[in-house]
């Protein structure tokens, strides 16, 4: 990975480790400047990636890439948080923490998943059945990264408490970078299929199991899409096709990024057909899909067992990016997970494309609709714009005197942009200060965009989630007007406004 591991690590491990008692959600805490209100993010420090979203018993549970020491990245452990709506959420104890090893190394607990293992295939299970936790265990000394394996942890009691698996690592192949495994149970092989990377090698590799703990290696995919960033955090699920009952695609998503930043990519997925083995995306010459059109959408993966009958395929995200994340001005948390995102798939005259929704289930923290003069930091904005008539138009949020955040559409590109050059601190990081587009479909002479501004992080979804556009700003100042404008003033843009209830107790 990729930031320094501070050389005190020995001393802060022998010195803290009672720092991860139960924590409650305090409403001082989460108050904080920039904190986002409806948004996920741990009471304090330092996250990044979520990891092993699963629904057991009635709740969600969040893992996250979480630092217990401090407010950047570092001493990687799994912070955990459960929710019974995903919108409400109970912050938890650190569930696996990272640990020292006898040679003197330690080991970093990066991200990965957790599988209900229903039939007890592990053995690990008291009851009927429990939480498996398959992580990657990454092996570092004084910040140096050594060796990255998988390993196993387990939880009979809800999550509450998990125990590392004694025989450890599961799977080694004697690499440095080798990482992110995505478990699911693969029903038409009877297995377990493990999906990871090779993050400098572009590759997702699959393996199979019938019991998490031997791993016989399968297919590979690879080197297709776009390949300018090392590859991380692969997932892999079905989906039903839109329209075409009884059908359904395998998705393949990944998100690329880079130490050194530069140009960012994000996230990106291809459509195709898992067949056991390996993934055959249905074309291999396109150019690359993107998921998210902001700078801050990244490490995104679903739910696993979310009930068949309730059918939904949930994808959270983090909502930072690696090129500034460790500078955004906030203390004493650092970094937020974007919305619940509700994911389908349709046909368009291009293809296949993935459709990303806000979660139905937050229109229940809508407050009363707002009448006249809109303002506010914690808001959900329905705008249409008839961009048949229009040059250019759209809105500006978070306007004071001399900051605005504007997302608008622009006519002569026919793109969605979210413009943050001048949305208030942008002096932290050279990369920050940026104008993120994406083309859209302009043929039927509307556009819809649903605008979820939270404190910190502004979500659009354009046209039902056609494309989605995730970025966090950093307002200085006080005022939060919404203004609507239109280069011609032709008067073509309605705008709705509710006032979104914090959900934090
Ligand atoms: C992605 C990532 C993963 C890794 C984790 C470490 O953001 O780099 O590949 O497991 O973060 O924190």
Request: charged share 20%; aromatic share 12%; proline share 4%.
């Amino acid at each position: 990975m990729k930031w320094l591991i501070p050389v005190f690590l020995i001393i802060i491990l022998s010195c803290s480790k009672k720092e991860t008692g139960i924590v409650t959600n305090d409403s001082t805490q989460y108050s904080e400047r920039y904190r986002p209100q409806y948004h996920f993010s741990p009471d304090k420090n330092w996250t990044n990636d979520p990891n092993g979203l699963v629904y057991y018993e009635g709740e969600y549970h969040i893992f996250y890439q979480y630092n217990p020491y401090g407010n950047t990245w570092g001493h990687m452990s799994w912070g955990h948080a459960v929710s019974k709506d995903l919108l409400h959420w109970e912050q938890l104890p650190v569930a696996i923490a990272e640990y020292q090893n006898p040679s003197g190394d330690s080991t970093m607990i990066f991200s990965g998943t957790v599988v209900v293992d229903k039939n007890n295939s592990s053995g690990f299970c008291e009851g009927k059945d429990c939480l498996i936790a398959v992580y990657t265990s990454h092996v570092h000394k004084d910040g140096q990264g050594k060796l990255q394996h998988q390993s196993l942890a387990y939880s009979n009691d809800k999550g509450r408490t998990w125990k590392r698996y004694d025989k450890n690592p599961v799977l080694d192949i004697q690499r440095k970078d080798f990482r992110d495994p995505k478990i699911f149970w693969y029903e038409t092989g009877n297995v377990w299929i493990a999906a990871m990377v090779v993050p400098d090698l572009f590759k997702v590799v699959f393996y199979k199991s019938t019991n998490l703990k031997e791993w016989t290696a399968l297919g590979e995919f690879g080197g297709i899409g776009d390949t300018s960033k090392i590859w991380e955090c692969p997932d892999l699920f079905e989906l039903p096709v839109e329209g075409e009952p009884g059908k359904t695609k395998w998705i393949l998503s990944l998100s690329g990024s880079h130490p050194a930043g530069g140009k960012f990519v994000g996230m990106q997925y291809f459509v195709g057909v898992f067949n056991g083995n390996t993934f055959i995306p249905d074309q291999s010459t396109q150019a690359p899909l993107y998921m998210d059109f902001g700078k801050d959408f990244y490490a995104g993966i679903i739910y696993n067992n979310i009930p068949k009958e309730d059918g939904r395929t949930i994808m959270i995200g983090w909502a930072n990016n690696w090129a500034y994340g460790n500078q955004i001005p906030t203390s004493t948390w650092r970094s937020a997970m974007a919305l619940p995102r509700e994911l389908s798939l349709k046909k368009t005259a291009a293809g296949l494309r993935l459709i990303q929704q806000p979660l139905k289930t937050i229109s229940s923290l809508r407050g009363d609709e707002m009448k006249g003069e809109i303002s506010g930091n914690q808001l959900e904005l329905e705008v249409e714009i008839d961009i048949a008539k229009s040059k250019g138009a759209g809105i500006k949020i978070l306007k004071s005197e001399s900051e605005e955040t504007i997302i608008g559409y622009d006519a002569t590109t026919q793109e969605v942009f979210i413009d943050r050059t001048h949305s208030g601190d942008v002096g932290f990081h050279k990369e920050f200060a940026s104008i993120d587009r994406v083309k859209i479909d302009a043929s039927t002479g509307k556009i819809k965009l649903q605008v979820f501004v939270d404190h910190s992080i502004v979500e659009v979804f354009v046209n039902n989630g056609e494309q989605t556009l995730c970025e966090q700003v950093f307002p200085l100042a006080n005022d939060a007007r919404v203004i609507p404008y239109s280069e011609n003033n032709d008067g073509v843009i309605s705008v709705r406004a509710w006032k979104i209830n914090r959900t934090w107790k």
